[in-house]
């Protein structure tokens, strides 16, 4: 090889070193150009972003004035919801006056026990709407709601009740105790022990009820069953826990009757009486400080006033009188 030829040798190196070099130059400026592109869409966004959250502070945007539409739009039917409970309230409660003064007055029979009806639920109930801004306005309306849920309830379980004794009127009406349990003449001076839950008890010292009423009479005084009814106790021996000799009387439809303290039970378990037939005689038995009789009216269970089963054949004054002299008059005993 001649020197001549060396240079030219070294033509195609500085050639594609050129060709490198330039592409490098080229490249270069893009990838510059793209690094500065994505750069101003970062900032771009992060500026939108930032304007978007101070936009936000301190003015609605579309969709929040329509949350906020929805929210009040919301408040409005709970307020119209929560008057239309309080009118159903108003109606169930004029219809629950009329069943306890009306309707069972017809019938002649006490009103239905509550006893857990009205018990407001528990606080964990509402356990799921608490921490909203909203909570007091969704658990009071949910609240007035249980209520009168508990109400109707209530209500339906009476008129069934009702209706099971317009059925049987007819047996019902010598049921239910409807007479006095001795002669009223044989009153001895008018001394009736009155019904009385925080009476204080004249042998023991201390309250205790009185769960039923007294008439203080003569030992051997004729004692009448107050309305039909199957013997249920009669016992005639033993203290019985102070009651001492008695008879306990099944009238059903949830009623029953008790004649305590007596000298003689006339009848045995299982028999069936009549209003008015004698069952018994008055005595002195039991935990008793003189001769009277004890008269209870149980109905389902709960010892009710036996005075409201006597102005069935009183005159309004005379059961006026009567109870004065309840009010009046401490006898007993039990």
């Not at 004035?65 to 929805?70: F, K, N, Q, T």
């Not at 658990?139 to 009476?158: F, H, I, K, M, P």
């Not at 019902?172 to 009476?199: C, K, Q, V, Y």
Request: charged share 25%; aromatic share 10%.
């Amino acid at each position: 090889m001649t020197q001549k030829e060396q240079p030219s040798d070294k033509q195609p190196t500085l050639v594609r070193e050129a060709q490198m070099l330039t592409r490098e130059v080229v490249a270069a400026p893009f990838r510059l150009r793209t690094y500065r592109l994505i750069r101003r869409i970062l900032i771009g966004f992060i500026l939108v972003s930032l304007a978007n959250v101070i936009f936000s502070s301190f003015f609605y945007t579309p969709k929040m004035y329509g949350i906020v539409r929805e929210n009040r739009d919301l408040i409005i039917k709970y307020r119209i919801l929560q008057d239309r409970i309080r009118a159903a309230q108003r109606k169930v409660d004029d219809i629950r006056h009329r069943d306890n003064f009306v309707y069972r007055s017809l019938f002649s029979t006490d009103t239905l026990a509550v006893d857990g009806v009205y018990t407001p639920y528990a606080d964990e109930k509402y356990a799921p709407l608490q921490g909203d801004a909203y909570t007091p306005l969704m658990e009071g309306t949910w609240r007035q709601l249980d209520a009168l849920a508990r109400t109707l309830y209530l209500e339906s379980v009476s008129f069934d009740e009702l209706q099971a004794l317009s059925d049987n009127k007819g047996k019902m009406s010598t049921a239910i105790p409807a007479i006095w349990p001795i002669d009223r003449t044989a009153l001895r001076n008018d001394r009736i022990g009155a019904f009385n839950p925080r009476r204080m008890h004249p042998i023991l010292h201390r309250v205790q009820a009185h769960t039923g009423v007294d008439f203080g009479c003569d030992v051997g005084t004729p004692v009448y069953a107050t309305g039909d009814g199957t013997v249920e106790i009669a016992d005639n021996s033993g203290y019985n826990g102070g009651y001492g000799r008695q008879i306990l009387l099944n009238h059903q439809f949830g009623y029953k009757t008790r004649y305590a303290h007596l000298s003689k039970a006339l009848v045995r378990p299982g028999d069936r009486v009549h209003r008015g037939q004698i069952i018994g005689e008055t005595g002195n038995t039991g935990r008793s400080t003189g001769p009277h009789l004890h008269y209870e009216v149980i109905h389902k269970g709960v010892p009710v006033n036996p005075v409201n089963y006597f102005n069935r054949n009183m005159s309004a004054e005379e059961y006026e009188q009567l109870l004065e002299k309840m009010r009046e008059t401490n006898f007993e005993k039990l």
